[in-house]
């Protein structure tokens, strides 16, 4: 009996610790109710780039100006696949920046490694001097680089797109502070089995710096793929315009053809997410372990 109320007094008693409320928690972090106007504000010109690319260019230039196409006009497009030089621009801007990639990803890797991890005279001297030329705009050496061009002989072949992107200074840097991360002692014992220097870059070096390469990559492939100042001034003759180049062939003094326009920034712009898409991940990653390092 004694047992029974002591449980009916233990029963009977409110609770020492008051029962929590429950949080309302959202299925996904707050920060995305920030980031998901702001996607969508930088995606606003993409999206509206791809709707006016099947407008017809009458109702382009409609006032106030279309949202949305009263119907699919593909018109654009056909006359800018249709247009023979379109191909060749095409070929001319991968090779451009197919040859630019490689060459930075090679010179950018032996001098970065270099910069990194071999001590020469004059060594940090170099490395100010070639990251003060970050710092000097491109109008104050594209008549020099326009004269070195000339006294080459690569005025108006693609040679005067190449040669002055064969290597950056930012590629240099980048892989320099990638370089200067990685542990020592993966290479030493590497030297201690017997590896040569170049062995130890291209074998061990290079596959530890995929995130870097990755970015160099990009960044490379972008600048030269978008470059229009420079095969502005070095490119005279159709057969060797860049995409970029050629696009500004649509638009005459009295006339813009802008759905032509349009539908070519369409097809110019797809290269360029899809690598970007496809590098984003080892481009955050180069960044974060290698570009906030001194």
Known sequence: MTATTTETRISSRPSALPTERRRFRLPFSGWHLVLIPLAALFAAPLIWLALSSVMSDAEINRFPPALWPSKIDLSGYRYVLGNSMFPRWLLNSVIVSAVAVTTNLVFGVLGGYAFARMRFAGSKLILVLMLA???IPFQLTMIPTFLVMKKLGLIDTLGALIVPALVTPFAVFLLRQFFMALPRELEEAAWIDGCSRLRVIFSIVVPLARPALS?????TFLTTWNDLSWPLIAINHDTQYTLQLGLTTFQGRHHTHWSAVMAGN???????LIAFLFAQKAFI????SSGLKG
Do not use: D
């Not at 970015?215 to 960044?219: C, D, G, K, R, S």
């Open 133 to 135: 030329t970050m710092a």
């Open 215 to 219: 970015t160099v990559a990009v960044l």
């Open 266 to 272: 369409v097809l110019t712009v797809l290269p360029v």
């Open 285 to 288: 990653r180069s960044v974060a």
